[in-house]
T-cell receptor
Framework: GAGVSQSPSNKVTEKGKDVELRCDPI?????LYWYRQSLGQGLEFLIY????????KSGLPSDRFSAERTGGSVSTLTIQRTQQEDSAVYLC??????????????FGPGTRLTVT | EDQVTQSPEALRLQEGESSSLNCSYT??????LFWYRQDPGKGPEFLFT???AGEEKEKERLKATLTKKESFLHITAPKPEDSATYLC?????????????FGTGTQLKVEL
């Protein structure tokens, strides 16, 4: 079946502009995660959605970052007033099992964001 | 705070030269330890999940093992197509969700 898809694959934006990144999870997966991968650093957790529960936003680095998940499927990560330090690869993952479970996460190809 | 340390940072092997990658972790309660493979420009590809000390899993030339403090990814007779970055991650038993804490990876290069 289809895997996790993300769009756009690459995004170049000017400092101060807002950007939206999209994630389509695997059909039937109830949990959705956003991570960020910066050059030379490990993947960093940003936010987690599980069903209709309130999202876990504990990893968002600032209030310029927000995310939503509509209809329990597609998710959008929004970065407002982008800064150069926001340049990174943003990865989305989905999992068939959610809170309290041990399900492995399947990752999309990522969106490479460059802030000039 | 969960911590994951991978070593070595980079490893160069000749085809057929077996070796092991290390993942040391600190977590208050381990829900699971995950190994992923990441090729340049792509998202991580799931390999294994280990849940308890003593557990082992195998897939082709790869074998993952787990103790209470670390995990090893053994690569037997590697081929050039095994070249990639191997990532280790843990999820904590307490708290909600299954968010992963990743190490910075081991970049493996297998040469002919």
């Amino acid at each position: 079946g289809a895997g996790v898809s993300q769009s756009p694959s690459n995004k170049v934006t000017e400092k101060g502009k807002d950007v939206e990144l999209r994630c389509d999870p695997i059909s039937g997966h109830t949990a959705l995660y956003w991570y960020r991968q910066s050059l030379g650093q490990g993947l960093e957790f940003l936010i987690y959605f599980q069903g209709n529960s309130a999202p876990d936003k504990s990893g968002l680095p600032s209030d310029r970052f927000s995310a939503e998940r509509t209809g329990g499927s597609v998710s959008t990560l929004t970065i407002q007033r982008t800064q150069q330090e926001d340049s990174a690869v943003y990865l989305c993952a989905s999992s068939r099992l959610g809170a309290g479970a041990r399900g492995e996460q399947y990752f999309g190809p990522g969106t490479r964001l460059t802030v000039t | 705070e969960d911590q994951v340390t991978q070593s070595p940072e980079a490893l160069r092997l000749q085809e057929g030269e077996s070796s092991s990658l290390n993942c040391s972790y600190t977590v208050s309660g381990l829900r699971g330890l995950f190994w992923y493979r990441q090729d340049p420009g792509k998202g991580p590809e799931f390999l294994f999940t280990l849940y308890s000390a003593g557990e082992e899993k195998e897939k082709e030339r790869l074998k993952a093992t787990l103790t209470k403090k670390e995990s090893f990814l053994h690569i037997t007779a590697p081929k050039p197509e095994d070249s990639a970055t191997y990532l280790c991650a843990v999820s904590e038993l307490t708290g909600g969700g299954n968010k992963l804490t990743f190490g910075t990876g081991t970049q493996l290069k297998v040469e002919l």
